[in-house]
Structures are given as structure tokens and as C-alpha cells.
């Protein structure tokens, strides 16, 4: 690696380094910590959107001192890993030979209403929250080598990959090209991984690699971009398209073990799967089930739940006015949403500058039915946390 000695260098790219790419800067470092160097750039730099500023506040996360910054300003050899974030547009050339990842994140920013801009920003940061699950994983593969969305332009170079490898095409049509990644070194196909999707859980299929890339980590890495791939996919109201990734294997059970897959019996895995022609293949009849359960990451759902009172009451309303008729310590309160919305209230109201608390609690002490009197010290508020 050349980032550094000691510290592997990670470049997030797209056009403008206003939106996507600076989401994905900010949120990698908070992710990473000092593990990796983490930076972003745009071929046409147009500024920090103060869209994407607000949407990380949600996350607790301040990326105001953020800058817009042009590709060719990065030093190459500060680099080891590009991710480009491009979807509509063509993504900036980085031309050292590193490696390369691509995560097709749709562009949030635009002449929205406020409600739909902040909407689609929380979408984006959301994708890239999940794909940065399995961005490690693509350090440790062969220097050159890109990971990519599959295309119908990879069909011929795929059946001829998993034909060497001994796995079935049947059915390739239920996860290809829309839910396939292609590893390509020098321009020559030496990795693939797909996932079919039925109703809401997925399965991993033709995960194969070359024998010139094997022990190499790259089948580590295709597995772990199709997972977060997987991960990242959302319905149209924002909430995850999939609750588990699931496989059927023959000789790798103990690989998939180590990444968080368990065995099942075949009886049970979810019955949607039952439609994929790989459940139904004889020669898969006696392969080991597998199935991980797909979370979503937690940060970034107490962010969605904050996001959603405010959006609802205009703030995180006091316990008692959101749950008016649940009564305080009550088995209701423990056992109903109260005890959620406190955790969510509290991780909110600590984000709070100091006047700001001082704000809040002079509009709602007032407004304290007896038995929630004092509640605003730390004690009570411990008390209620406990």
C-alpha cells in the first residue's frame, strides 16, 4: 500500500465534490477513524451543498470546514483505494494504477422542493453509510485491480469464468447484470459475485475468481461489496429493500462462516427464495445453506428516527407530549415506543449547544404535568434512561 506506512489511503470521487463524495468523506472518517486517510474530490469542484451539511448534523457529524477540491490537487501518492460515486454522470479519471471501486450513487442534489432535496440527501447518505461495509476489504486486493458494477458487455467473459469454476449458469438471468460486481485487472476479468433479490431477502450466487487471483483477498472483497451492496438497496420510503443475504455452497461453507453467514436447514430459508432457479438446480441439492441477517447501521438509524419527529412536530417534542396517554415508569412505557423515543430525545438533546438546551427547557418546563416534574435534571433523565 502507498497511502502510507501506516495509514492506507481512501479517495472518494464524483463531479462536483459537493454532495456524494463529501457525505462519503465524512462519514468514512468518522467510521475509520485514524485506520485510514480519507479525502474527496470532483473534476468540476462547485462548492459544499449546505444540504449535505445539514443531513450529517443529523448524524451528530460536522462537516462545515469541508472544501471542494479539484482531482489533480490530491496526491497520488497519498492514494490507495478511489471510490467513485457517480450515477447519471461520467466519474473523473484518477490515473495512478490503484485500485478501484465503483458504488452508483444517484446524485442528491438539485431544484427539489426542501422536503424532497433533504429527502433524497438523507437516501445518499444512507447508500453510502452501508456500502462502507465492505469498503476495507477492497485494500487488501492486488493493486490495479477495479470492482464494478457487471454490465450485459461482461455476459460472455462471466458464463466463461463460472463455467471453469464448475458453478451452474442456470438462472444466471435472476441477479445478472443488476445485482453483479466484476473484479477486472489490466482490462481482464478475474472475479465475480452476484446476488438475486426475491420479495425482501437476497440471494449470493456465482462467486468465482480466476486462479492467478486466488488467496489474493479478492473473493473476500467481492463477497463483502455484494453484502453491502445488498444492505444499501432501499425501498421507496427509505427503509432497507432486505432483511438477509442467504447462499447455498458446496465447498466454502467454512469461508462464508467467517463473514457472518450461518448454516440453516434448507427448510428454513425464507420462501421467497424458493422462486430462484438456484434453490431448485439437482446439483445444488446437497449444498449447505447459509443466511446472514442484514442490519441496518444503528447510527444512522437513530438518525433516520430523530430526522422523522422533527420532520413530523418540528423538534422532539418532551416525552409526555409525544406520548400523552402512556403513563410514566408504566410496563406500557418499557414494553411501548416510549422507551425508543427516550433514547432517541436524549441522543438528540445532547447535540444541543449549551443555549440551545436552555432554549428548550425554558419553552417546555412550564408545560410539566405533575408527575414528569423535574424530569429535565440528569438524575430524572438517568432515572428514566435506566
Given at each position: ?15 462536483a ?60 501518492a497519498?492514494?490507495d ?16 494504477p ?51 458494477p ?8 462471466v458464463?466463461?469464468?463460472l ?11 435472476d ?32 462467486v468465482?475468481v480466476?486462479?492467478a ?6 473473493g ?146 412550564p ?8 424530569w ?11
Amino acid at each position: 500500500m502507498v497511502g502510507s506506512a501506516a495509514m492506507p489511503g481512501v479517495l472518494f470521487l464524483c463531479v462536483a465534490n459537493s454532495a456524494r463524495s463529501q457525505l462519503a468523506e465524512g462519514l468514512a472518517r468518522a467510521r475509520f477513524g485514524d485506520r485510514l486517510l480519507i479525502q474527496s474530490a470532483g473534476s468540476e469542484p462547485k462548492g459544499l451543498n449546505p444540504m449535505a451539511i445539514e443531513v450529517m448534523r443529523e448524524r451528530g457529524l460536522d462537516i462545515s470546514g469541508h472544501t471542494s477540491k479539484r482531482a489533480d490537487a490530491i496526491d497520488p501518492a497519498s492514494v490507495d483505494v478511489v471510490v467513485t460515486l457517480c450515477a447519471e454522470e461520467v466519474c473523473p479519471a484518477f490515473l495512478r494504477p490503484v485500485r478501484r471501486v465503483h458504488w452508483p450513487i444517484p446524485d442528491p442534489a438539485g431544484d427539489y422542493p426542501p422536503a424532497e432535496l433533504r429527502r433524497r440527501f438523507r437516501r445518499a447518505r444512507r447508500q453510502i453509510t452501508e456500502r462502507l461495509a465492505g469498503l476495507e476489504a477492497s485494500l487488501a486486493i492486488p493493486d490495479g485491480t477495479s470492482l464494478m458494477p457487471a454490465s450485459t458487455d461482461d455476459r460472455a467473459e462471466v458464463e466463461a469464468l463460472l463455467t471453469a469454476s464448475g458453478l451452474p449458469l442456470d438462472g444466471l438471468d435472476d441477479g445478472f447484470p443488476r445485482g453483479a460486481v466484476v473484479a477486472r485487472a489490466r482490462g481482464e476479468l478475474v472475479g465475480v459475485a452476484a446476488v438475486e433479490t426475491w420479495d425482501d431477502n437476497a440471494l449470493l450466487r456465482s462467486v468465482a475468481v480466476v486462479d492467478a487471483f486466488r488467496k489474493r483477498h479478492l473473493g473476500e472483497a467481492l463477497v463483502a461489496d455484494r453484502v453491502a451492496w445488498t444492505q444499501a438497496q432501499l425501498r421507496e420510503d427509505g427503509q432497507p429493500a432486505y432483511g438477509s443475504i442467504s447462499l447455498l455452497t458446496t465447498t466454502a461453507e467454512a469461508f462464508f462462516a467467517s463473514r457472518g453467514f450461518v448454516t440453516k436447514p434448507r427448510g428454513k430459508l425464507p420462501p421467497s427464495l424458493e422462486r430462484s432457479t438456484q434453490t431448485q438446480l439437482s446439483a445444488c441439492s446437497t449444498a449447505v445453506a447459509m443466511t446472514r441477517m442484514l442490519m441496518l447501521d444503528r447510527d444512522e438509524l437513530f438518525a433516520d428516527g430523530i430526522a422523522s419527529e422533527i420532520d413530523a412536530h418540528g423538534t422532539m417534542l418532551p416525552l409526555w407530549r409525544r406520548y400523552p396517554d402512556i403513563e410514566r415508569y408504566s410496563i406500557g412505557w418499557r414494553m411501548g415506543s416510549g422507551e425508543w423515543y427516550l433514547h432517541l430525545w436524549q441522543l438528540w438533546f445532547e447535540r444541543l449547544t449549551p443555549d440551545e438546551q436552555a432554549a428548550y427547557r425554558a419553552r417546555w418546563e412550564p408545560d410539566e404535568p405533575a408527575d414528569w416534574k423535574g424530569w429535565f435534571e440528569d438524575d430524572e433523565l438517568d432515572d428514566d434512561a435506566s
